[in-house]
């Protein structure tokens, strides 16, 4: 075992290690009293004064423990980095309900930097945390999953993460209270690594809000469109604006980042004077970039539907409108008819559905089936996402689940909740 402190001693997986090691040697600067630690990842077994298990798992945990009170004692002592204040109305949504500085900001010749999403080396429990809730979203500022949180939790702190697992992982963790993340947009069609992660993860879904996605083309001040070789945003950003790009940029090359703040962050900060960002006005004013072009959406009514999750789920009312959404895999001896026979198990009860997608079954994608000398058939197997309006509440809702139950080999209930029924700019729920 390699000692790194006085109180903490490790032989860690080299990306934990470092981490730990610089969080360890910045929170004994703080207070060196708090830390004691003995452990070792590759036996997995670890002894912590407070006693945890031998497992991976709880190693991981005492790991985000021991984080946790990093960063509780580096809040306490010097949280600096905010960009409140700073930021402009995105989407008709005011800033003023939304409060950016939970991430503290690096700095820089000790000016305040950008704040940095959080990344799942940095996943720990987090401090205490008072009353306001805080809303983890995929994304830096500026993106459109951030308005998104703030419509959807209008008094909240927005914790940035830098993938949707991160959003996920944080909710679990107490690092974060809910999460806000897409699932589909009016163009460009679902985003599967969220429905795919739904199904991985516990969390219920406790609501969705649906914000209005209006692109501008960015570039550094001074650019001008005909100077741009290099488009760079979100994908699904970059397949609402394919059209209007193939006019305003029609010799640029296309690359996706990881959203689209982020793209127009990149430009700033390495002040590349050839290339142009797909993102919002908000990241424009954020980062000090014009716009060159402005509701450059393919479709004026460009909309994207975002999940609220949380640890619990809401207890479904019908007092107003629900949806509700399951997922399911077909038993294997119902064979091709099981997808009829669940949806009539809605039509039959008036239940409308409002979406339907389907994913490679996570544990067995491909099924062999028959061989009738001429080889062996395969055929791909689904889980099958359904979203119904109607509450868990209602009797028709579970009588149509009961019924779907006899048809499908594993059927999970991700969550009931409001229908977003708000005019653009207004909380959906008061619920969750
Ligand atoms: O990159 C962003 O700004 C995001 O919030 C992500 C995202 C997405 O994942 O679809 C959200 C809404 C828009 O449809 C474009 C991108």
């Known amino acids: 075992m390699q000692a790194v402190s006085p109180t903490f001693s490790c032989d860690l997986k080299p990306m934990i290690q470092t981490n730990l090691t610089a969080k360890i040697a910045r929170y004994s600067h703080v207070n060196r009293n708090r830390v004691s630690v003995r452990c070792s990842y ?6 912590f004064p ?44 005011s800033n003023d309900s939304v409060n950016l500085s939970l ?21 720990s429990p987090a401090p205490s945390h008072g009353s306001t809730l805080r809303v983890a979203y995929q994304g830096v500022p500026g993106a459109y999953s951030e308005a998104a949180a703030g419509k959807a939790y209008p008094k909240s702190e927005a914790i940035p993460c830098d993938q949707f697992d991160v959003a996920f992982q944080a909710v679990e963790l107490w690092i974060a209270d809910r999460a806000v993340l897409p699932v589909e947009n009016s163009l460009g069609g679902s985003i599967h690594r969220n429905y795919d992660l739904l199904l991985r993860h516990r969390l219920h879904i406790v609501g969705e809000v649906q914000i209005p996605v209006h692109h501008c ?27 209007s790009l193939n006019k305003l940029t029609p010799k640029a090359a296309i690359e996706a980042f990881h959203d689209t703040a982020a793209a127009a962050e990149y430009i700033a900060s390495n002040n590349l004077r050839d290339t142009a960002a797909v993102a919002s006005a908000r990241a424009a004013e954020l980062y000090g970039l014009q716009i060159l072009a402005d509701g450059i959406q393919d479709d004026a009514g460009n909309v ?11 207890i479904p009312r019908t ?14 001896r119902e064979g091709t008819s099981v997808l009829f026979k669940v949806l009539s198990a809605f039509a039959f009860r008036n239940i409308s559905l409002t979406k339907i997608e389907s994913r490679p079954h996570q544990n067995c994608p491909v099924r062999v089936v028959g061989d009738g000398g001429v080889g062996t058939a395969k055929q791909f197997e689904y889980t099958f996402y359904v979203d119904f309006e109607a509450s868990m509440a209602e009797a028709r809702a579970q009588n149509a689940l009961s019924e ?21 700019s207004t909380s959906p729920s008061e619920d969750a």
Not at 222 to 234: A, E, F, K, L, T
Request: charged share 15%.
């Open 304 to 314: 994207t539907r975002f999940l609220m999750l949380a640890r619990d789920p809401i």
């Open 42 to 47: 590759k036996s997995e077994s670890f002894s």
């Open 50 to 93: 407070n006693g945890v298990g031998s497992s991976r798992a709880d190693w991981q945990s005492s790991c985000a423990i021991l984080a946790s009170k990093v960063a509780s004692a580096e809040n306490s002592s010097s949280i600096t980095g905010s960009l409140a204040g700073q930021v402009a109305a995105v989407n008709g949504h």
């Open 103 to 123: 991430v503290p900001s690096n700095t820089q010749n000790g000016k305040p930097g950008l704040i940095q999403p959080l990344t799942n080396t940095d996943l």
């Open 404 to 424: 779907v139950q006899e048809y499908t080999s594993f059927l999970r209930v991700l969550g009931s909740y409001p229908m977003d029924m708000s005019p653009w």
């Open 217 to 243: 083309l960015l570039a550094l001040p001074g650019v001008r469109p005909d100077c741009v070789r290099r488009v760079i945003s979100h994908p699904q950003a970059l397949a609402q604006t394919e059209g």
């Open 319 to 332: 007092d107003r409108p629900f949806k509700t959404s399951i997922v399911f895999a077909a038993q294997e």
